[in-house]
């Protein structure tokens, strides 16, 4: 093995924020797969080193290119951010969710199960195989429930939640069957820097400062737990690091907010970093639309494995999370232009109009 790492679906959101960051903290080389999807975004990478990254674009399911990489490169660890990740699209198109967080993800594996094996022994015993997932596996939360917890059982209510926990369940069988020594990371809500403008907060960021109107699905008191992009990606190299094998680590902010305090904080940062120019607050573009269908009341993430075993904690608060987050869309007018393209008005245009 090299001291080299595979990152799928690195031209993302998160794939690429951990990249930046993997490139800033640690050695070693970093081969980003990525099919670049609507959502994948070779720009994101822009700041990173390219004398020790290299971007190949495929698709994670395409067996021949992954196993001719795996062969090449000789990668001590493959993380596997890459996926369909917008529960509304999962929602209007699910099949593009089955083949790639289900089916293109069984070929991930075969791939790294090939791979593994054709390893001397002590190097195997060395590889991680670390799948990056989700807390929306877990469903929905009442308002007087325990946070989810690794133990918590599996039930997903939309076909993007049940597509990754479809591939969660394939990751632990591939552990228990075959030996692969794998990870499986559960993260909730994250937010921060390159967030593709179709999720809740760069979506409202950038319509407020278009003058549009913000809509807020239902009556807006649905929460998500809340965590800064970065402080994901510091959780996801420790447990690369220092986790335990077979093990599944929740990775949370602690931070529950309702989507309507979210959406009213956001506002309240612009009118405070970039004042409309009548006077008025941004607030005034709320909007209330009709509701996502099976919508999730809450999710919320006890995160005491990551602190009692690995000594993780965030580090941004999302009062401070926040205001970098607004601070960098104003600051970054081409990065939001250049992913504002044709499809993303078509997007925006299927969505919202059913909703008014
Ligand atoms: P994203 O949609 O921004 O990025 C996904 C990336 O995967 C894109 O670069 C895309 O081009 C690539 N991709 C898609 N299909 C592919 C395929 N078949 N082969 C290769 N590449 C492909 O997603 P994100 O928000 O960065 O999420 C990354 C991972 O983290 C996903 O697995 C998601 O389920 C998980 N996750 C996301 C959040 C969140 O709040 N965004 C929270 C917890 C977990
Ligand atoms: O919990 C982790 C998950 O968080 C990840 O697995 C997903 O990949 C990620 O997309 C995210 O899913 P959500 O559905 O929670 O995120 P989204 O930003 O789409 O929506 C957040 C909340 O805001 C949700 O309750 C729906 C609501 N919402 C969203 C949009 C886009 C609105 O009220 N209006 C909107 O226009």
Same mark, same amino acid.
């Given at each position: ?15 690429? @924020? ?22 994948? @975004? ?42 369909? /990740? ?56 009442? #308002? ?14 939309? #076909?993007?939640?049940? /597509? ?11 552990? $228990? ?41 239902? =009556?807006?008191? %649905? ?7 970065? =402080? $994901? ?40 970093? /970039? #004042? ?16 996502? #269908?099976? $919508? ?10 990551? %602190? ?18 607004? %601070? ?9 232009? @250049? ?18």
């Amino acid at each position: 093995m090299t001291d080299c790492i595979v990152v799928t679906g690195g031209a993302g959101f998160i794939g690429s @924020n951990f990249v930046l960051q993997w490139l800033q903290h640690e050695g070693g080389r970093v081969i980003v797969l990525d099919k670049l999807t609507y959502a994948g @975004n070779p720009a994101n990478l822009g700041a990173a080193d390219t004398g020790r990254y290299e971007l190949v674009c495929a698709d994670i399911g395409n067996r021949s290119v992954v196993d001719a990489l795996l062969a090449q490169h000789k990668p001590r660890a493959v993380l596997n951010f890459a996926a369909e /990740s917008h529960v509304d699209r999962s929602i209007h198109g699910p099949g593009e969710f089955i083949q790639t967080n289900v089916v293109a993800t069984f070929s991930l594996l075969e791939s790294v199960r090939a791979y593994w094996l054709s390893l001397p022994e002590s190097e195997q015993q060395a590889f991680r195989f670390l799948h990056v997932s989700t807390d929306e596996v877990f469903g929905t939360l009442g #308002p007087d429930d325990a946070a989810f917890s690794e133990a918590t059982s599996y039930a997903p209510n939309s #076909p993007y939640s049940a /597509s990754k926990a479809a591939s969660d369940h394939l990751v632990r069988a591939w552990h $228990h069957t075959y030996g692969l020594p794998v990870l499986t990371t559960n993260c909730s809500n994250n937010y921060g820097p390159l967030h593709f403008p179709e999720k809740l907060i760069p979506l409202m960021i950038l319509n407020a400062l278009e003058g549009k109107p913000l809509p807020v699905y239902g =009556d807006g008191q %649905q929460v998500r737990d809340w965590l800064y992009v970065e =402080d $994901h990606c510091t959780g996801i190299r420790r447990v690369l690091e220092s986790g335990r094998v077979g093990e599944t680590y929740n990775i949370g902010g602690c931070n529950e907010q309702k989507n309507i305090d979210v959406v009213l904080t956001v506002c309240a940062l612009l009118d405070e970093l /970039s #004042p409309r120019a009548d006077g008025k607050a941004y607030s005034e573009q709320i909007s209330y639309v009709k509701d996502r #269908p099976g $919508h999730d009341r809450r999710y919320a993430i006890d995160a005491s494995r990551m %602190q009692n075993e690995l000594g993780w904690r965030p580090s941004e608060t999302f009062a401070t999370g926040l205001r970098k987050t607004v %601070q960098w869309y104003l600051a970054n007018p081409e990065w939001v232009a @250049n992913v504002k393209s044709g499809a993303y008005r078509d997007w925006v245009e299927k969505n919202y109009t059913e909703r008014c």
